[in-house]
């Protein structure tokens, strides 16, 4: 989830599709002190939906199995990922 300060907007991010819809969330909030109390509540209409261009993308394949890391806190591991398999031009 990231917030656009420019422009007032929140972009979620997401693997799974089965949490696209609207949601209604409402905010509540009371104010006590000891001369006065007040309470104050809006509704926020959240929309999510599928970025369908992400969706025909073709994930990366790896020439070779990842092999597991272990790092120990204030040591560094650099790591090279195996070739990328081409799948586009696979499925073509």
Request: charged residues 10%.
């Amino acid at each position: 989830m990231s917030f656009n300060k420019l422009t007032k907007s929140y972009q979620i991010y997401s693997t799974n599709s089965s949490i696209a819809g609207i949601y209604n969330l409402r905010i509540i909030a009371s104010l006590n002190d000891p001369f006065k109390s007040s309470n104050s509540s809006f509704t926020w209409t959240l929309n999510i939906t599928e970025d369908n261009a992400s969706l025909a993308l073709p994930l990366p394949v790896f020439q070779e199995p990842l092999t597991d890391q272990s790092v120990l806190a204030g040591f560094t591991l650099n790591y090279s990922l195996p070739r990328i398999i081409n799948t586009a031009q696979i499925a073509t």
